[in-house]
């Protein structure tokens, strides 16, 4: 079968990586795969064996607004008709909605996030743009099949962003064994044991809660953040007086040896769809601490080690967690991945081109 993968470009994140592995993953199962990326930004090492066709041309601006949605979806309609792939995944908002406005054949709209609390998020600073969020993203994602990364996303999909559409649970693919290999490269790892969190600096990630739960702790370890530099964290870093506790070593394409030789991740996020990098730290045999966000962290967890979760936004119980985990290793082995694998996922995909029920 022939997969095509839409995505609005595949710098450094969650959605994009996923994306990548899932493509290798049907690689894997003797599918041609595409991804097509709406502006030709590429931070990752394309897997052999998958074509990759940018819409816009290298060194040109993609639009952003009414007219340059349009005229994307306008070219990806040509490309797509030169293609003909047994089906079309979209993922990210701004992707779904030039595939929608290009009314591809077969088209299904990957959601990675729980959308209501990104609109929640929003009506706090700007009720007005929140309320057109929201319809917008009933407009579009009430006329094509959905796939949720995890059981939250699908549930907030059905109650809260009122999605009617047909809806299947497809996760992340992981590839075991790979991830274990990559955790064997050499770093640059500081002497002293460290924990480490692995995101991108942004208000759902909450770098804030982080770095006050650290502030908290009189442990011997230091706190490595796998994000890129940004002047607002290294002020909450100098506000904290965390200078000598606390290192930002930017963003790694391969995070797995900081997993494998930290002696903790740690998740702090208000939400997310289904986070990578619980899952990953667990491949390479790391311990995890949780915040319990919508959605995918208790999927995960809940039934092995419900003492690694803590409610969203408690510092004191971010903070206990952490030292309780340093001092107590928890027993990972509890916990089963097996669904996550990147051949059963493979199959899920398999399955849903068969199903032809999206647009």
């Not at 640059?188 to 208000?203: D, L, M, Y």
Request: charged residues 20%; hydrophobic residues 40%; aromatic residues 6%.
């Amino acid at each position: 079968m022939k997969f095509a993968f839409v995505i609005t470009n595949l710098c450094g994140g969650g959605a994009e990586k996923a994306i990548l592995k899932t493509a290798h993953a049907l690689l894997g199962s003797g599918h041609d795969v595409w991804i097509i990326t709406l502006e030709s930004r590429v931070d990752y090492d394309l897997p052999a064996g998958i074509h990759w066709h940018s819409i816009v041309q290298v060194g040109k601006q993609m639009g952003k607004g009414w007219l340059g949605k349009r005229k994307l979806a306008w070219q990806l309609r040509q490309y797509m008709a030169r293609l003909v792939p047994d089906v079309v995944v979209s993922t990210l908002p701004f992707a779904d909605e030039v595939a929608h406005l290009a009314k591809l054949r077969n088209h299904w709209c990957r959601i990675a996030n729980t959308l209501s609390e990104e609109i929640a998020l929003l009506e706090k600073s700007n009720p007005v743009k929140a309320q057109r969020r929201r319809k917008r993203y009933q407009s579009i994602y009430n006329q094509h099949g959905l796939i949720a990364v995890s059981e939250g996303v699908a549930t907030d999909l059905r109650q809260h962003v009122s999605c009617a559409s047909p809806i299947v649970e497809i996760p992340n693919p992981f590839e075991f064994e790979p991830i274990r290999q990559s955790s064997e490269f050499p770093i640059n790892a500081p002497a002293e044991p460290f924990a480490v969190h692995v995101g991108r600096f942004a208000p759902q990630k909450r770098h804030d809660l982080l770095l006050d739960a650290w502030q908290r702790l009189d442990v011997p370890h230091k706190l490595l953040l796998l994000t890129e530099p940004h002047p607002p964290l290294d002020a909450m870093i100098r506000e904290r007086g965390l200078q000598q506790r606390v290192e930002v070593v930017g963003f790694q394409k391969n995070p797995y040896p900081w997993m494998r030789q930290a002696e903790l991740l740690v998740l702090c996020s208000d939400h997310e769809g289904l986070p990578n990098v619980l899952i990953e730290s667990l491949i390479c045999g790391t311990p995890v601490v949780s915040t319990d966000c919508p959605s995918g962290p208790r999927q995960i967890l809940g039934a092995a080690l419900p003492e690694c979760l803590v409610p969203v936004g408690n510092v004191d119980a971010l903070a206990q967690a952490i030292a309780t985990c340093l001092r107590e290793t928890p027993d990972i082995t509890q916990v089963d991945l097996q669904r996550y694998g990147s051949e059963a996922v493979a199959e899920a995909y398999e399955r849903l081109a068969q199903k032809r029920g999206g647009c």
